[in-house]
C-alpha cells in the first residue's frame, strides 16, 4: 500500500548569508524568542507586505457586515 504524499504550502531552498548578516539575523531571532528560519520568514513576509506585494488575503464577513448590506 502506497503511502499519499504530503503536499507542504512551504518551499526550501537554500540561502547563502555572509556571516556578520546571519549573526545578525540569529541575535535578532534570539531577542524575539522565534528561530533564525522563523526570523527569516517574518523579515521576508514584512518587506513584502509593506511594499504591497501579498497578495490580498480573503476576509470572511462577519454578522454586522452583512446585516450592513442588506440595508
Known sequence: MEK?????????????VDSSTMNAIEAWAADEFRSTNGQLQWIITEALRKAGRLPKKKT?????????QDQ
Do not use: G, N
Open 4 to 16: 499519499a504524499k504530503k503536499t507542504s504550502k512551504t518551499k526550501s531552498f537554500i540561502l547563502r
Open 60 to 68: 470572511e464577513k462577519t454578522d454586522d457586515q452583512e446585516s450592513e
